[in-house]
């Protein structure tokens, strides 16, 4: 069994309680009310900023040059075709480029995307791998469940199915598992019970993100 497999205990109750969230739920019946939606568009726009760092780290820390390029690789492509993906799908919803510039991380954001980048900085690795991977696995697993289910009409949400249920997103999610599991190999026990530590803290908080821009939620002061 790879260790991806044995992670599978502790995911897949987390792609449960996500796939069973209202605003998934909603989303995927194409019933979902475009405020939240528009919320989480916006929230994952700061996301990705602090994704593309850890990247960034990833390329500083690789240990070998095939690796090492596969994370610049991936820090270029965030950088200079997704978040310019990400503009393009925010019009859609009518949010213009200055008004995601401007969206101030919630608490959620702000608390997900410190916990990815101090473990990218502080860590080994192995750790950054493992807080990386539930992003990637969380969406292309969420995604690949409605789709199961029969897309729904409004072509916004469609959309958002078809990108991370699709061939290029569940290739980029397989090459992170792959890399989880050879990280693994020749890890400690101690080691790989730190991945599957770092693994669920960063699953839980790609539910809460969900949840949060379920909520909208902001800052009290």
């Not at 405020?35 to 994704?51: H, M, S």
Request: glycine letters at 6%.
């Amino acid at each position: 069994m790879s260790f991806t497999d044995d992670l599978s205990t502790v995911a897949d109750p987390i792609w449960d309680a996500i796939e069973d969230h209202p605003m998934v739920r909603r989303l995927g019946a194409g019933t979902l009310s475009t405020d939240p939606f528009e919320y989480w568009v916006r929230q994952d726009y700061v996301y990705l900023v602090d994704y593309a760092r850890v990247f960034a780290y990833g390329a500083a820390t690789a240990p070998d040059l095939e690796r090492m390029g596969t994370f610049a690789e991936l820090l270029d492509s965030t950088i200079n075709t997704e978040m310019d993906l990400h503009r393009a799908y925010a019009m859609e919803f009518g949010i213009g480029e200055a008004e995601l510039e401007a969206t101030e991380a919630s608490p959620t954001t702000r608390a997900y995307t410190d916990f990815l980048v101090r473990t990218a900085a502080t860590g080994s690795f192995g750790d950054l791998v493992a807080v990386l991977l539930p992003c990637m696995w969380g969406f292309n697993e969420t995604a690949e469940r409605l789709r199961a289910t029969g897309k729904p009409d409004d072509e916004r949400y469609a959309e958002w199915i078809d990108t991370y249920a699709g061939a290029e997103f569940t290739e980029l999610t397989t090459w992170c598992k792959e890399l989880m599991d050879d990280v693994a190999r020749g890890a400690s026990d101690a080691e790989r019970e730190r991945y599957r530590d770092l693994f669920y803290e960063s699953g839980r908080y790609e539910y809460r993100f969900w949840d949060a821009a379920w909520r909208q939620e902001g800052w009290e002061l």
